[in-house]
């Protein structure tokens, strides 16, 4: 019988798959000159090659920086700059570029013969986590998700009287005003179910809490959050877990 499939390597391959049908439509809407549908096609993909980095960057820590030299490879090999430059010159620039894309390769060769982190797939610290707040043996734990001397967000959670109590704080890009967290709910965390509260400056986020049956509602919620509504994490970037 051949292993189960982990939800993330499903979750992937159904995201691959509406890539494909998503660049299948957009070389349709192309071929027919239809603009704005190869538009609308266009941010439907952007949208999905950001979750699906999340993704892969959950399944492989070292993959936005295999992405980066994979890009930065590419860069250096495609010479189209140079096709209008003297012979000598040309030759020389691409036996520059050749080199560099060499070492480049060499690096990325690095990260790809890395161990695999065996346990990733794994991990169940969120489970861990909210059976440990129901169960009443810490009294709240926090969910630090980004570098907290860079753009990160916080999200505690905390039970009483049967209701689960999410609070997010965190560092915000003031250059978008979309992400300003300053007396109205930005759109997002509308949409997760946040809502703020003016005089302590704080959104939160409230689920029932009365068996233990709700935690995967919670999770499913979480996960949500993370790979889609969440601006602030960055594939790449560290997720930790702190008990209080």
Known sequence: MPPTKSDLHVLISTLEKEKRELKKMTRQA??????????????????????????????????????????????????????????ELREWMQKRNEEKAVELGKQLQRLIDRPQLQSYPRTQFIDEALTALYEKRCRSFQLVMGEEDDLHIRLTFRIQKKILTVTLKGINNDDDSDFIFEGRTPQPLKAAGFVHNEEQNKYTRTFNFADAGDIPDVKKWLAKFIIEDSWFYRPGRTMKLEYK
């Open 30 to 87: 192309q071929s027919e000159h239809d603009n704005l549908i190869v538009y609308y096609h266009s941010e439907a993909l952007l949208d999905l090659n950001s979750r699906l980095r999340v993704l892969y960057s959950f399944k492989d820590p070292y993959f936005e920086q295999k992405e980066d030299l994979k890009r930065q490879i590419k860069a250096w090999r495609s010479g189209y700059y140079m096709e209008e430059m003297r012979a």
